[in-house]
């Protein structure tokens, strides 16, 4: 059983910087990508970072340049650095994690675990 407990969340005003943590456990091996989330009231759930089965990342266009998944294995934990904040960006943020053919995906549909979120609000 794959769980995923984010934490990191919290309020900042614009320009300032979170690093969002999402510790995973119940691996059974390491072909699963990884991705952060988040939605926002009223908002489908949008991808934002993706760390591919291959190490490679991918970020969807408005948050390219301010934000950097990444993750460290010996912590098992993936991380959300996400700089330079915008009001814009304030939503619930989820990490997940699915195994497939897939080698990375931004498509919340594909993922099939998730964590519980944590929430970031950006002020202006």
């Known amino acids: 059983q794959v769980q995923l407990v984010e934490s990191g969340g919290g309020s900042v005003q614009a320009g300032g910087s979170l690093r969002l943590s999402c510790v995973v456990s119940g691996y059974t091996d390491n072909k699963y990508y990884m991705g952060w989330f988040r939605q926002a009231p009223g908002k489908e759930r949008e991808g934002v970072a993706a760390?591919?089965?291959?190490?490679?990342?991918w970020y969807v266009d408005s948050v390219k340049g301010r934000f950097t998944i990444s993750k460290d294995n010996a912590k098992n934990t993936l991380y959300l650095q996400m700089n330079a904040l915008k009001p814009e960006d304030t939503a619930m943020y989820y990490c997940?994690?699915?195994?497939?053919?897939?080698?990375?995906?931004?498509?919340?549909?594909?993922?099939?675990?998730w964590g519980q979120g944590t929430q970031v609000t950006v002020s202006s």
């Open positions: 760390l591919g089965r291959d190490n490679t990342t």
């Open positions: 997940a994690a699915q195994r497939d053919y897939l080698l990375w995906s931004l498509e919340a549909w594909r993922y099939k675990h």
